[in-house]
C-alpha cells in the first residue's frame, strides 16, 4: 500500500468510525506483533519450538502437564516485559471517547487491559495467559504460585491448593471447548454492532472467524485491518493492508483522540 492509499483508507476508516454508533473491534496476533510479541505465522518465533499442548493430552498424563508447564514458562520469559503498542493505545483511547463499544480479542497477552481496557469493554475469548485456573473447581492461581511449585519439584505439574486437580494456564487449548458464555457475549455483540473492525487477524480460525461474517449479515459495515489478506477480504466494505500500529495511530489522530504514548 503506497502512502496516498494508506492516507485514503486512514481518511475512510475515520469517517466509518465518526458515522459509527456501535463499533466493535476484533482482534488477533497481528495487533501485538509491534510489542514485540510475533504471531503463530511468524518465521523461526518460539512458537515453533514451544507448540502449545493439546488439551486431550494435556489432561492424560502428568508428563504432558509437566512438558506443557515448561512451555509455557519459556514463551513467559522470551515476551517479559511486553508493554501495549500503538494499536492497543488507539483502540483503548476510542473506547475512552465513545468511539468504539468494545473489543472482542483472540489474544491471551493482557495487553487490551494493559492499555487501559475496562473488563466491561472486553471478550477474551481465547483466555488469558497471565494467570492459571483449577479444572475441577476454577479456582484461581497465580502464575508466581505455579512456578515456585514448579521448579520446587524438579519440574513437577502443579495441583490446585484447594482440591487437588489439574491447574492449567487460562487459556483456550487445542481441543478445548470454546467458552460458552464469552461465545454468546461476543456473537451478541457482532450482531448489535453496526461497524465490525477485524484487526490482524488471519481469519481462518473457527468458531472466532465466523463472528465478522455475523456482523456483516446483521447490516453491519466491515473493516478489515491486516498485512495479508484474508478468506473474508471480498465481504469486507473496506480492506486496509498496512501496519496496524500506523493506521490505528493515525485514525485516532483524525478523530482527535490521543493517549498513544
Same mark, same amino acid.
Given at each position: 500500500? *503506497?502512502?496516498?492509499?494508506?492516507? *485514503?483508507? =486512514? +481518511?475512510?476508516?475515520?469517517s466509518?468510525?465518526?458515522?459509527s &454508533?456501535?463499533?466493535v473491534?476484533f482482534?488477533?496476533?497481528?495487533i501485538?506483533?509491534?510489542?514485540?510479541?510475533? +504471531?503463530?505465522? &511468524?518465521?523461526g518465533?518460539l512458537?515453533? %519450538?514451544n $507448540?502449545?499442548?493439546?488439551?486431550q493430552?494435556f489432561?492424560?498424563?502428568? /508428563?504432558?502437564?509437566?512438558?506443557?508447564?515448561?512451555? $509455557?514458562? =519459556?514463551? +513467559?520469559?522470551?515476551y517479559r516485559g511486553?508493554?501495549?503498542?500503538?494499536g492497543?493505545l488507539?483502540?483503548?483511547a476510542?473506547?475512552?471517547? #465513545?468511539?468504539?463499544?468494545?473489543?472482542?480479542?483472540?489474544?491471551?497477552?493482557?495487553?487490551?487491559? +494493559?492499555?487501559?481496557?475496562a473488563?466491561?469493554?472486553?471478550? /477474551?475469548?481465547?483466555?488469558?495467559?497471565?494467570?492459571?485456573?483449577?479444572? &475441577?473447581?476454577?479456582?484461581r492461581?497465580?502464575?508466581?504460585?505455579?512456578? %515456585?511449585?514448579f521448579e520446587?519439584? #524438579?519440574? /513437577?505439574? !502443579?495441583?490446585?491448593?484447594?482440591?487437588?486437580?489439574?491447574? $492449567?494456564?487460562?487459556t483456550?487449548?487445542f481441543?478445548q471447548?470454546m467458552?460458552?458464555? $464469552?461465545m454468546r %457475549?461476543a456473537?451478541?455483540? &457482532? *450482531?448489535?454492532?453496526?461497524?465490525?473492525l477485524a484487526?490482524g487477524?488471519s481469519?481462518?480460525v473457527y468458531?472466532?472467524? #465466523?463472528? !465478522?461474517?455475523a456482523?456483516?449479515?446483521?447490516?453491519?459495515?466491515?473493516?478489515?485491518?491486516?498485512?495479508? /489478506? *484474508?478468506?473474508?477480504?471480498?465481504?469486507?466494505?473496506?480492506?486496509v493492508?498496512?501496519?496496524?500500529?500506523?493506521v490505528?495511530?493515525?485514525?485516532?489522530?483524525?478523530?482527535?483522540i #490521543?493517549r498513544?504514548?
Open positions: 500500500m *503506497t502512502e496516498a492509499e494508506l492516507k *485514503t483508507a =486512514t +481518511d475512510d476508516l475515520a466509518l468510525i465518526g458515522q &454508533s456501535r463499533a473491534a482482534t488477533g496476533a497481528g501485538s506483533t509491534e510489542s514485540g510479541i510475533p +504471531d503463530f505465522r &511468524s518465521p518465533a512458537w515453533t %519450538q $507448540k502449545p499442548i493439546p488439551f493430552a489432561m492424560a498424563s502428568r /508428563e504432558a502437564r509437566a512438558e506443557a508447564w515448561r512451555r $509455557k514458562f =519459556t514463551m +513467559d520469559d522470551s511486553a508493554a501495549p503498542a500503538r492497543h488507539a483502540l483503548a476510542m473506547i475512552d471517547a #465513545g468511539r468504539l463499544s468494545g473489543i472482542i480479542t483472540q489474544n491471551i497477552d493482557n495487553l487490551h487491559q +494493559d492499555s487501559g481496557v473488563d466491561a469493554h472486553l471478550i /477474551e475469548i481465547h483466555g488469558n495467559g497471565t494467570y492459571a485456573t483449577c479444572l &475441577s473447581c476454577a479456582r492461581h497465580e502464575l508466581a504460585w505455579v512456578r %515456585q511449585r520446587a519439584t #524438579g519440574g /513437577e505439574p !502443579p495441583d490446585c491448593e484447594a482440591c487437588g486437580g489439574p491447574v $492449567k494456564s487460562a483456550i487449548s481441543g471447548a467458552p460458552e458464555l $464469552k %457475549q456473537a451478541a455483540w &457482532s *450482531t448489535d454492532c453496526d461497524l465490525f484487526i487477524t481469519l481462518v468458531p472466532a472467524a #465466523g463472528l !465478522p461474517l456482523a456483516r449479515d446483521s447490516g453491519a459495515r466491515l473493516v478489515i485491518i491486516n498485512r495479508e /489478506e *484474508t478468506p473474508l477480504d471480498a465481504a469486507a466494505d473496506l480492506v493492508r498496512a501496519d496496524i500500529g500506523a490505528l495511530a493515525g485514525v485516532a489522530g483524525r478523530l482527535g #490521543g498513544l504514548s
